[in-house]
Each structure stands twice: as C-alpha cells, then as structure tokens.
C-alpha cells in the first residue's frame, strides 16, 4: 500500500494546529462576535489575544503557567491565566478582526515554546496584516529568538514586541521558569532579547510582563520598575493567580492591600517621577513608607489609572489591551480594571490599599467620611 503523505499545511488543519487554527482568549471571541455573551459594565475586548495551538501544548514548564509542559491533563484542556482560549481557524480570527477594526485597538500574537512556534508567528503575523491594519504585538518566547529573528518579527508587521519576564528577580525566575523548574528559559538571555529589542524597535515599543506573587519581595519589584523605566522599556503588571495542576496551584495569591500598593507606587514611579529614596523598605524588602507629597499620590489615585489594566496601546497612544479577567475570576474582586473606575470603585480601592500604614500624609478625614 502506497504511504499517504500530507504538507505541513494539511497536518495543520487535520490536527487543527497552529498555523492554520488558533486560540483566542473568550473576551476576544465574544468581542469578535464568534461566541455569545458580554462582559461586565458593558466593557469592551480592546485588543484580540491570539495564542498558538500545539497538540503537545508548551515545552516550558513555569510552575505557575496552566500550559506547563508537566501539568496533569492533556494540553487542549489547559487554561491559560485561568481563562478559556477557544479554538478557531486563524483566517476566519483575521477577517472578523478586519471586520471590527473599528472597535480593535490592537493584536497580540503569543508565542509558545515549540519549535515550530517562531515561523509560525511570522505566518500569523502576516495574515493579519494581509486582512487589517490594526497594530500588532507579538508576545515571544525569548528562547527561541535572536536578532535576526527579532528583525524578521518587525519585517512581517509587528511595531511591539512583548517579553514574558514575569518574574522580577534572577532568582525567582530560576526558581519559576529556568532550571530550577526543570524549563529551557535563561534571565540574562530574557535580557539580551529584551534589549535587542529595545535597540530594534524603539522607546516604550517593548514591553516585560511582571507577576506579583511568585515570591518576589517589593523591593525586587520596585528596582524593575526603575530599571524598566531607565531603559525606557514599558512593564505591565499582572497578579499571581495560581492555576490547577500546576507546581504553584496551592501557592497564595499577593493580598490586595500589596497588589493595590504595588500597583499605586509603579505608577508613581514610572508617571509622576517619584525618586527612589522616597521609599523605604523593612528588613524582608516590604514597603514600609512612601515619602510622597500629598498632591501627587491623591491626583494619581483620583484617576484610577494606577489601577487599570497595563497594556499595549491602539494607534492613537490609548491604552487598548485591557485584558477582562486576566488576573482575576468573574465574580471575584477585580485585581486591575479594564475600564475607567467610578466613585464607588475608588472608594473600595481604597480601603482595600490600607494606604495609611504606609503613606504618612494620607487624609484621615477623606477616609473617616468615607471608609
């Protein structure tokens, strides 16, 4: 009998694998029109998360990740950041893209660790530039890259590159995601990419994803954050939000109150120029104090833009990757806001940052009538 031989692209739709298929995160799918439903106060998807699509999921194996290549389970049950990623074929992704690109301010394209994974973001890249001109990211797998490769990424049509760092200190991402964790990713060669890219693309055109949570202490995050800012490399911040199955599925989240000064003092770092030795740490790395003036933390809090969702922007410089339900389940409290806050929702944050203990200038008064 004759042997039945298929091209990479029949393999692909027959197994239903990226290139030709790939998960979309379910606010996506519900902002593209391709599953029913709606997301909470009428918010709406700003960017389209694609995720690539491997029978044998990730390679990595981040202790925290729901697609680590040990979780129990078979990789199309994974989550991802505790959400559903349904499946669809990438061109149809693309034209319902091209179809709201009114209402698209962005696409993220994210990488896994295949070895497949790098020329099939080039592939995805490029069908959705073929359809739409909506902005790209791609969100890479360092490990899998180098300089030529970054060049080819920004050839096919991405103007922002995505680096998950995630962890905040060597140690952490040893511990995490390198061989600590028995995984294939390197600190220092995160930087070299990080780096190349920066040179590559641009200020603010490449982004770290920081998670809070995975053992870091704040005095490793805020020494990011300044050294993030330094370099004029953009960090957007996610909350720990342990997984099932995974090595971390039984590790505790960050309290609120840590997250929500985490979140306050990053924003006064990076918008309002606060200086480093306005904040003081205690013996374990924990904010203890923030030396801030009264005007610059009320102003940064009344906005609510500490605490709203970091993310790519749209053409226009507005923020457009809210991620609805990123660090967070439906139902429970919201970690970061994927729209502008109103009155009430201040108030709550506010409670919830217990900043009193740490900000000496903090208004009794507003909390007393408030609180």
């Known amino acids: 009998m004759a042997k039945v031989t298929f091209s990479t692209k029949e393999q692909s739709e027959q197994l239903q694998i990226s290139p030709e298929y790939v998960r979309i995160s379910m606010a996506a799918a519900i902002e593209l029109g391709l599953k029913p439903g709606r997301i909470f106060r009428g918010a709406h998807c700003g960017c389209i998360n694609l995720l690539q699509n491997y029978p044998e999921g990730c390679y990595a194996n981040c202790t925290y990740c729901g697609l680590a290549r040990e979780r129990p389970g078979v990789p199309e049950d994974n989550t991802f950041i505790r959400v559903a990623w349904p499946l669809f074929p990438t061109d149809l992704v693309a034209e319902k893209i091209a179809e709201h690109e009114d209402r698209v301010g962005r696409v993220c394209i994210a990488q896994v660790q295949d070895h497949r994974a790098y020329d099939d973001l080039i592939d995805m890249t490029l069908r959705v530039r073929r359809q739409s001109n909506v902005p790209i990211s791609a969100l890479v797998s360092a490990t899998t890259l180098n300089e030529e490769r970054l060049a080819r990424i920004q050839q096919a049509g991405a103007d922002i590159i995505g680096v998950g760092l995630d962890a905040a200190s060597p140690e952490v991402f040893d511990q995490t995601r390198g061989r600590g964790a028995r995984g294939p990713h390197d600190w220092d060669y995160h930087w070299r990419i990080v780096r190349a890219a920066r040179q590559m693309f641009g200020p603010m055109k490449v982004n770290c994803h920081v998670i809070v949570g995975l053992g870091e202490t704040d005095r490793e995050?805020?020494?990011?954050?300044?050294?993030?800012?330094?370099?004029?490399?953009?960090?957007?911040?996610?909350?720990?939000?342990?997984?099932?199955?995974t090595t971390m599925q039984a590790a505790p989240r960050a309290p609120i109150h840590r997250w929500r000064r985490i979140q306050l003092t990053k924003h006064l770092i990076e918008e309002r120029g606060l200086p480093r030795e306005a904040i003081e740490f205690d013996a374990t790395g924990e904010i203890t104090r923030i030396n801030a003036p009264d005007l610059m933390v009320e102003v940064a809090i009344n906005t609510g833009m500490p605490f709203m969702t970091n993310g790519c922007p749209d053409k226009n410089g507005v923020m457009a990757c809210n991620?609805?339900?990123g660090s967070y389940r439906p139902g429970e409290d919201f970690r970061d806001y994927p729209f502008q806050q109103q009155a009430d929702d201040l108030i709550v944050i506010r409670q919830q940052m217990r900043l009193e203990e740490i900000w000496?200038?903090?208004?009794?008064?507003?909390?007393?009538?408030?609180?």
């Open 221 to 245: 995050l805020v020494d990011l954050f300044y050294q993030l800012k330094s370099e004029q490399i953009a960090g957007y911040l996610f909350s720990f939000n342990p997984e099932p199955g």
């Open 323 to 325: 991620r609805p339900y």
């Open 360 to 371: 000496p200038m903090a208004d009794s008064k507003w909390l007393m009538a408030n609180g």
